[in-house]
């Protein structure tokens, strides 16, 4: 009788071993951001690009859904995504867009939006990155996309591509 | 043409195992005990196609034959020779090759030097051997074939990685593999002895050289994969704790808890079952590890290019032989009486076990509790060297301590040790310890633990070295050796990791940074194109201001064209006493550079001792051929 | 003479080492912090843009005297617990820290027993 349990107790063991593996091998073992979705952004304060003016959270409390989107002159995919940020920039009633100019040069971020058009309601510059971290950033571009009690709804990583601009769009209906 | 000569081999190589079984079996049923010719001969011919199939392989590589895909993803005309050779294992469709080379060979070597023993038990393992060849050799031609053709034929191949054209890298696959596959024969043989009821002392002497030939080798791959790591990835450490280390590192603990309860089986004739379990366990968790490293389930550095699909073939084959092992346990088990005295040697190695499977448990668990969470949970979290270091450490000092007594105790009877002579070694250990604490810096409690019975293991095997070459005990010689490296390598690992100096800061060329006594002078940079790569060598003037030293450090970042990769190469001096480890790396869009600069001390000591280790056991191996 | 033989070769041997405390301490956070683009590096290892970022956002908190932990859980709230390799001390992890010694109770119990089975047998 006492060996029959432990039979069973290993026999299951070792079957929930292997499904773990199973299991295990569909799952991505990359990062994601999936865990910030429903936080709360945090506070910061970050110069203007375009003057001394100083750019902060309370800025963002007046609008109904805010994109913050990090960006750079020298990021390449930056410039395959800027069509859906200048599209977004057309519906200003339902969602603001905030540029953060990341770990760039303001003259080259100026030329830059001189060249492709200037999707923002307003263009941070985080000069040494540093404040990327604050927002949860790992590279660029990204964009988080919070509402007015600046609760984070969406997080994009990469170039905001149709199924996301969709989304987007779905989102601030 | 090589591509079928090749896979004519593999279906070679398949039906001789096919036909060993069925001879294998009907062989079984006769009551002799000579085993047939012809078995003997199906086995050579098995061993010589696969020889020759892997050596069909090696051809292709030497030559650049592009039609086989696999040479076209891993080899390159302009590769070294000696690396286009070493290309052949380099991958996973080579590597399974040189499993199944091993595999066989293992297979023929038991079988041949094993005649002393029961028939049933030797055919019945050359039957289980085949069973898990065969299994390998379907999954190399459904998935994983070697010799697969690619048409058109490419006109150069794409396999220029550089940081695989390394000597280190180079042996370390082969080395760890005769350790890993190594394995299989004895599983074989522990299936065969439950199947055969061949028990007790016997089966003991049957397998103890094959665990003490996987076991060197084990140690020797794992210790040659960690210089590799430390040469050439740039990063100054020899582990971190990376699930492919661990799972190198599993099947270690197992063998060694394995090498030390066989001896107790060929003394006592004790721990039969113990033994078997082990012997199972050992190859399962070579296969887990096997599966955790090329599935892809696993996020590291070191992973082969990963394919989901090698993955559920190997879980499959994997199931197979835990579930039929655990049901033909279950059969065959009988309870066993255990007659143990306290103070004897026995007892001492159960507690070398009992560690060994601590360290196991944690190593796994340290392992698979992320894919778990990620499963069950959808959390996913990371495991890294912190927990491994705040769980394991600790228990090394009653573990180095117990090593230390343990041997001192004989076999079966208790007896009066020698305690006063023991007490003052381990005084002895104590005050040196004080001594490195007073006049070199100091540390934290649990590292003066660690460096005490590191010490106290070593002076004591100096004593037995000398009381074994005294009274002519040659038999005692392995476990001193083994055990002085042992307590050696973690001595040095303390001393290393405690005064290890480092720092990571940022430089344009013309800066110096001061650490301690040093003084790092950027002086330039050089650009150089070489062959196929063009190199950043920065060079560095340091300076030890205490001695009055120059040296001159040039790390390089190393510009691949084909394919289009960025090296570190860190610039190592390595000395007696310490090494000098320098990396650079640029900061984007900036003209500072990134250094990190280690003073290690006794760097080449913790390589000597690990070989130290090894060395133990092939001693082991020479002494066992001498009784012979 | 023997012992002051092997005072000289630990003198010698030891004489390059130095410990020093400032900077390992920034460099251990940075070890138990975990490269999010890399596959399997810390942030001490690896060379990517992400990593100096980090390391410099870790500078900045020590300069301020924010403790280890506070550090972590900072870098947590942004990024999630795979941004540490010590994981953490929570309920999500207990099994994790458990298992261990569980088993060394656990094996420490069946040589208690298999030991002390033979004193009574020794008896008789």
């Known amino acids: 009788m006492k060996i029959n349990i432990s039979k069973i107790i290993i026999f299951s063991f070792v079957t929930f071993f292997l499904s773990i593996f199973w299991l295990g091998l569909k799952k991505d073992n990359n990062y994601n951001t999936k865990n910030i979705i429903g936080n709360k952004i945090s506070n910061f304060q970050l110069p203007s690009i375009y003057n001394n003016k100083f750019i902060s959270e309370e800025d963002l409390k007046e609008n109904k859904f805010t994109l913050i989107n990090f960006f750079a002159s020298w990021c390449a995919p930056c410039r395959a995504e800027h069509q859906y940020l200048l599209n977004l920039s057309n519906r200003n009633r339902e969602i603001k867009i905030l540029g953060i100019n990341f770990k760039d040069k303001k003259n080259n971020a100026i030329s830059f939006l001189n060249e492709l058009g200037d999707p923002y309601n307003s263009v941070a510059e985080d000069i040494d990155g540093k404040a990327s971290i604050l927002f949860g950033i790992y590279g660029i571009p990204e964009s988080i996309l919070i509402n007015e009690e600046l609760v984070i709804i969406k997080k994009i990583v990469g170039p905001i591509d149709p199924k996301q601009y969709d989304e987007i769009l779905q989102l601030i209906q | ?628 | 003479m023997k012992f002051k033989k092997i005072i000289i070769i630990y003198i010698f041997l030891f004489s390059t080492l130095y410990a020093d405390e400032n900077n390992l301490e920034l460099i251990k956070i940075y070890k138990n912090l975990r490269c999010l683009i890399c596959q399997g590096q810390s942030i001490a290892d690896s060379n990517s843009d992400f990593a100096s970022t980090v390391k410099l956002v870790v500078q900045d908190q020590v300069k301020e005297g924010k403790s280890k932990e506070e550090i972590y859980d900072f870098l947590i709230s942004k990024y999630g617990e795979w941004i540490v390799y010590q994981p953490t001390f929570t309920k999500t992890n207990f099994l994790l820290w458990a298992i261990p010694y569980l088993l060394l109770a656990f094996g420490g119990i069946v040589i208690y027993f298999l030991v002390r089975k033979n004193k009574y047998n020794k008896s008789n």
């Not at chain 2, 394919?307 to 033909?328: A, E, H, N, V």
């Not at chain 2, 990791?497 to 650490?515: C, M, R």
Request: contains cysteine; proline residues 3%; glycine residues 6%.
């Open chain 2, 1 to 628: 043409m090589l591509s079928n000569i090749g896979e004519i081999l593999v279906f070679l190589i398949l039906a001789s195992s096919f036909l060993i079984i069925y001879n294998a079996y009907i062989d079984i049923k006769i009551r002799n005990q000579v085993v047939k010719r012809m078995i003997y001969n199906l086995s050579l011919f098995q061993i010589t196609f696969t020889i020759l199939c892997f050596f069909t392989l090696i051809i292709g590589f030497v030559n650049s034959d592009f039609s086989l895909i696999n040479v076209y993803e891993n080899s390159h005309t302009t590769k070294p020779l000696f690396y286009k050779i070493a290309g052949t294992w380099g991958n996973h469709e080579g590597s399974l090759l040189l499993w199944i080379n091993i595999l066989v060979l293992f297979s023929f070597l038991f079988l041949v030097f094993n005649f002393k023993h029961n028939k049933k038990f030797r055919l019945y393992t050359l039957i289980i051997q085949n069973i898990l060849i065969i299994g390998f050799i379907i999954f190399l031609l459904l998935n994983s074939n070697p010799f697969s053709l690619i048409y058109p034929v490419p006109f150069e191949g794409l396999g220029l990685n550089p940081i695989l054209q390394d000597p280190a890298l180079a042996i370390h696959p082969p080395l760890l593999y005769i350790g890993f596959v190594g394995c299989s024969i004895y599983f074989s043989a522990a299936m065969a002895s439950m199947l055969s009821e061949y028990k007790g002392k016997e089966f003991a002497l049957s397998i103890k050289s094959w665990v003490q030939i996987s076991w060197c080798f084990q140690t020797l791959g794992i210790t040659v994969g960690s210089i590799w790591a430390y040469y050439e990835l740039g990063w100054g450490g020899f582990w971190f704790w990376d699930p492919v280390e661990n799972a190198s590192l599993l099947p270690w603990f197992a063998i060694t808890a394995l090498m030390h309860s066989v001896m107790v089986l060929e003394k006592r004739n004790s721990l039969y079952a113990w033994v078997i379990i082990l012997c199972l366990l050992t190859f399962i968790l070579s296969v887990t590890g096997t599966f955790l490293v090329r599935s892809g389930i696993l996020n590291s550095v070191h992973t082969f290019a990963s394919d989901p699909s090698r993955g559920i073939y190997i879980l499959l084959f994997l199931g197979l032989m835990i579930f039929t092992s655990l049901i033909i346990f279950f059969k065959k088990y009988k309870k066993e009486s255990y007659n143990f005295n306290l103070k004897t040697r026995e007892t001492f190695i159960l507690v070398n076990n009992w560690f060994m499977a601590f360290f196991l448990v944690t190593v796994l668990v340290g392992i698979l509790y992320p894919i778990f969470l990620d499963v069950v949970a959808d959390i996913k979290i990371s495991v890294g060297p912190p927990f491994y270091n705040i769980v394991i450490i600790p228990l090394i000092v009653p573990f180095l301590f117990l090593m230390t007594v343990g041997p001192q105790f004989k076999w079966i009877n208790s007896q009066k040790v020698k305690f006063y002579q023991t007490l003052f070694f381990f005084f002895g250990a104590v005050i040196i310890n004080l001594f490195i604490y007073y006049f070199f810096g100091s540390y934290s409690i649990l590292t003066n633990l660690i460096f005490i019975v590191a010490i106290f293991l070593i002076l004591q095997c100096f004593l037995d070295a000398k009381q074994s070459m005294y009274k002519k005990k040659i038999f005692e010689y392995p476990r001193i050796i083994s055990h002085f490296g042992f307590g050696l390598l973690i001595l040095c690992i303390g001393i290393n990791h405690q005064y290890s100096l480092e720092e990571d800061f940022n430089l344009q060329v013309g800066e110096s940074k001061k650490i301690n006594n040093y003084e790092i002078y950027f002086k330039n940079i050089k650009i150089e194109q070489n062959k196929n790569y063009q190199s950043v060598i920065g060079n560095f003037k340091l300076t030890d201001l205490k001695k009055n030293l120059i040296q001159y450090l040039n790390p390089e970042i190393r510009v691949y064209s084909d394919p289009e990769t960025l090296t570190y190469e860190a610039a190592i001096k390595s000395k007696i006493t310490s090494d000098f480890y320098l990396t650079m790396s640029n900061v984007s869009r900036s003209e500072y550079y990134n250094i990190k600069f280690q003073n290690k001390p006794f760097m080449i000591w913790i390589w000597i001792s690990a070989f130290i280790i090894a060395l133990g056991g092939f001693v082991q191996l020479m002494l066992k051929k001498n009784e012979n």
